[in-house]
């Protein structure tokens, strides 16, 4: 049994090899689930009746404002690390606009690109 463990490839990574595959795992779930619970907000549900409900509650007033409070801090970590301001408004924008889907995919691209390198990932251009 224990010989069999060792041929698993994450046994001969090293730890920050792990870790980077790990986090690549995580973000293309969220990914996943993002997609299928857009997917099924819009076929389900009405926006506009749903949002206003929504918006209508104290609580949803909160989670509204803490959403959004996360999207600015997410935002501010695209600025600093993109070299071309274009580029990072235009994830901004994105990001207002379709929420955490596009911080995920930020992510698992940026993850992706820094080819195990987590200060390539982490300052992107400002490393």
């Known amino acids: 049994m224990v010989h069999k463990i060792e041929n698993l ?7 920050k090899e792990r870790l980077m595959k790990i986090a690549k795992l ?6 996943m689930a993002m997609t299928g619970a857009l997917f099924f907000g819009f076929t389900q549900g009405d926006f506009f009746v749903d949002g206003s409900a929504v918006l209508a509650n104290p609580w949803g007033i909160v989670s509204m404002v803490d959403l959004y409070v996360g999207f600015i801090l997410f935002s501010m970590w695209i600025a600093f690390r ?3 301001v274009l580029q990072a408004a235009l994830w901004i924008v994105l990001m207002m606009v379709f929420g955490f889907l596009t911080g995920a995919l930020y992510v698992l691209i940026h993850l992706i690109v820094s080819k195990g390198d987590w200060t390539k990932f982490f300052m992107g251009a400002r490393q």
């Open 26 to 31: 995580i973000v293309l779930l969220g990914v």
């Open 9 to 15: 490839e994450l046994i001969h990574l090293t730890r």
């Open 82 to 84: 993109e070299k071309h």
